[in-house]
């Protein structure tokens, strides 16, 4: 399955952490990533990630085409909702059209692990019919 990643500046430190959790788990899967988070969980997991640009430039579009076109399987957006900076992803993108596309989507860690531990069980094996 493929997993995407994004993760607000004050955020990428637990993205890091959250991966490094459950490493065992995704690594069984294609992971891709805005170019900062990518970077990150690599260094610390050694987990292959798909970069994609930098979110402000070009990354966060390139995560939407993969949405949209439905190759993107499960989408992981660690947000903050009370500090974002100004060029940092637009969450509001990314979750519309996870809607649109019926793309479970988590934008915060409880719900990061519940998906997470499903695609660990199979159960979104749903998503490859």
């Known amino acids: 399955m493929n997993v995407g990643f994004v993760a607000h500046s004050s955020k990428k430190k637990l993205m890091q952490d959250f991966c490094i959790a459950y490493r065992g ?9 805005t170019a900062t988070t990518g970077r990150l969980v690599e ?16 990354g966060q579009q390139q995560m939407a085409a993969q949405i949209s076109n439905n190759d993107m399987d499960m989408v992981i957006f660690l947000r903050d909702p009370h500090h974002p900076a100004p060029h940092e992803p637009d969450v509001n993108d990314i979750v519309k059209l996870c809607d649109i596309y019926n793309i479970p989507i988590a934008t915060n860690l409880a719900t990061a692990e519940l998906l997470v531990l499903a695609l ?7 998503r490859e019919v």
């Not at 050694?46 to 070009?58: A, D, R, S, V, W």
């Open 25 to 33: 788990i995704l690594s069984k899967h294609q992971l891709f990533a």
């Open 43 to 58: 260094e610390v997991t050694n987990l292959h990630i798909h970069k994609f640009l930098p979110g402000h430039l070009g």
């Open 120 to 126: 660990g069980n199979g159960e979104l094996e749903w």
